[in-house]
């Protein structure tokens, strides 16, 4: 397969209302996971993700990973959008924050984060989501949005619910 996902064409930078995103979620998922269905290897997985989530989630100005590469750091993965910061440690920043708690960082208003780290001075608002591999996080989703509260509290559950089983700890290889 190599066309991509089939949902309506919204314009980069929209923030549709709640119900509308997390419909457009609900239909892109079984497309998503019937793409990666099989694929063990992790980055053609989370290059695959970055690319699907970016024309799920048209509020989003950033869509990707950052990878754990160190006991306390992280390097950026694949992604889509303007160019990211290439190194985070577990110290700063949401992602760093996701990866020191293992916990999704939901930030509605990045300005009221202490240490953000705002790569894209546009960034309003982030969901930071743990990957985690054999119980030890692995990389983190990161999401940014040029708006406010731009993902919803059920927009991050599915999301999560979406690494679960795009990333799961057993690949039974
Ligand atoms: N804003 C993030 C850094 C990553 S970039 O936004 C792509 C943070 O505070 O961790």
Request: aromatic share 6%; glycine share 8%; net charge negative.
């Amino acid at each position: 397969m190599s066309e991509g996902i089939l949902l309506a064409k919204v314009a980069r930078g929209t923030l549709l209302p709640e119900p509308e995103r997390v419909a457009r979620l609900q239909a892109a998922l079984p497309q998503i996971e019937a793409v990666l269905e099989g694929e063990t290897d992790e980055v053609a997985v989370q290059a695959t993700l970055a690319c699907l989530l970016w024309e799920t989630l048209p509020q989003a100005n950033w869509c990707g990973f950052y990878r754990r590469v160190g006991e306390r750091m992280l390097a950026v993965g694949p992604y889509q959008g303007s160019m990211g910061c290439l190194r985070i440690p577990f110290e700063k920043g949401v992602c760093g924050a996701c990866a020191r708690t293992g916990l999704t960082q939901r930030v509605p208003d990045v300005h009221a984060f202490p240490g953000h780290i705002a790569c894209d001075a546009d960034t309003r608002s982030e969901l930071v989501i743990p990957v985690t591999v054999k119980g030890r996080l692995a990389a983190v989703l990161d999401l940014d949005c040029p708006h406010l509260e731009g993902f919803s509290a059920t927009e991050a559950r599915i999301l999560a619910e979406l690494m679960a089983r795009c990333f799961p700890p057993d690949p039974g290889l």
